[in-house]
């Protein structure tokens, strides 16, 4: 097989991650005196239990052998082939780094419903359009529906001094070519959806969020261990630090949120790259994980206002939930959502625990909800359930289309 070079070349930090997974081999090394007492509370990367004989030796040989076995998965990820095809979808409008694509097919007729995708403004926005046989867009298309997707873009220096507010109203200039649309939203997109549906519900017909944080404070995931990291002196020292980075940098880097995705679970580095070097050459699920992990390593920055509204007012003081989130000099309330909204969550979210993400759904009136058995991502990726998920989003979105006409 001939292969190709690296795309990014690292899951970034790659420092950070082997750096973790050292220090917690060590860890697990330290603890193999107790690998023979049923009780212990063993990481399924670390149970040494099943060794005959658990020696520091042994001990030592299998934490080499795990190592090993991580860093082939990465050679292995770094020289495949795969590479994401273009996007095909029409370009129909831009500002400045935002663009906005129309995924329609030609079959559906003009007066199909329209849906708008909101992605995150910390990871790019073609994990909604992965790769063949793995596209949100594709199967709201395939729904019958109109959708177009809003790629933030990367913030330029006509961005830098953008706030959450400047791209909500990015969002209601794309509906303005849209016309009334549901807004669905993915990750921080979806919070962002929840707030242009309070806010501005004229052009909106239905509201779904996807794996989006609303209350902040529910649940473990990143926003316990933002708490820690920026809760010190009510955050000063966190704002003193993006600041200084803002200056340095003109945004906040990529690195910033990266690195907090890997405090989240220290050995998922480790884990997820010792089961890739497993998977058989040309597999199916192998071109997933290595398209996934592209996206992954894809980081993009964040303006430095967004990012502080994003990591002190959300993150740690919860605003949203709190009702104390103002878009345009005016609160936010999510009992103001009157249009017919969704909101689902996956059962193992990290990244938006499903408590958090569900907070919406008690708040806003008659809201429905959902919640998968996955993760974060797996609420795109995941064969088994991202299908029935998306075939509930577009039931849902044709049923809102019709309450709203």
């Not at 400047?166 to 669905?184: F, S």
């Not at 600041?243 to 995705?261: C, E, K, N, W």
């Not at 580095?269 to 996206?295: C, I, N, Y």
């Amino acid at each position: 097989m001939t292969t190709a070079p690296h795309r990014i070349g690292a899951p970034q930090p790659l420092a950070q991650h082997i750096g973790q997974m050292v220090a917690v081999y060590q860890a697990g090394l330290a603890g193999a005196a107790a690998a023979g007492r049923p009780d212990f509370p063993w990481d399924p990367s670390l149970d040494i239990s099943g060794l005959n004989q658990p020696e520091p030796a042994q001990v030592a040989a299998e934490v080499a052998k795990r190592m090993d076995a991580t860093m082939a998965g990465l050679h292995r990820w770094q020289t495949h082939p795969y590479r994401r095809p273009p996007c095909s979808a029409p370009l129909i409008w831009q500002s400045g780094a935002a663009k906005l694509f129309d995924y329609t097919a030609p079959e559906t007729p003009a007066n199909a419903p329209a849906v708008m995708v909101l992605p995150s403004l910390v990871n790019r926005a073609y994990v909604l359009d992965l790769m063949p046989g793995c596209s949100a867009m594709a199967r709201l298309a395939g729904a019958g529906l109109r959708p177009f997707m809003l790629d933030w873009g990367a913030p330029g220096p006509a961005e830098a001094a953008f706030d959450i507010d400047d791209y909500i109203n990015l969002g209601r200039a794309a509906l303005a070519q849209t016309g009334p649309a549901t807004v669905l939203g993915y990750c921080m997109g979806g919070t962002l959806a929840a707030g242009l549906a309070a806010r501005y519900p004229g052009q909106i017909n239905g509201l779904v969020t996807l794996g989006a944080p609303w209350d902040f404070a529910a649940g473990g995931g990143m926003r316990a261990q933002l708490r820690l990291a920026f809760g010190q002196h009510n955050g000063v020292a966190a704002e003193t630090a993006l600041t200084a980075l803002a200056a340095s940098y003109g945004h906040i880097p990529a690195d910033v949120f990266q690195s907090l995705f890997a405090i989240l679970n220290p050995l998922a580095f480790a884990r997820k790259f010792r089961k890739f070097a497993t998977l058989p050459d040309e597999s199916k699920a192998g071109a997933l994980f290595v398209a996934v992990e592209d996206w992954l390593a894809d980081g993009i920055a964040m303006a430095a206002p967004a990012a502080r509204t994003l990591l002190l007012d959300w993150h740690l003081h919860n605003t949203p939930a709190a009702g104390a989130w103002h878009i345009n000099a005016k609160p936010v309330q999510a009992a103001n959502i009157r249009c017919p909204t969704l909101v689902v969550a996956g059962q193992h979210d990290s990244i938006a625990p499903a408590e958090g993400a569900l907070a919406l759904a008690k708040a806003v009136p008659d809201a429905q909800h959902r919640l998968a058995p996955t993760g974060h991502v797996g609420l795109i990726t995941s064969d088994r359930v991202a299908p029935p998920i998306w075939r509930d989003i577009g039931q849902f979105i044709r049923d809102a289309n019709s309450s709203a006409t």
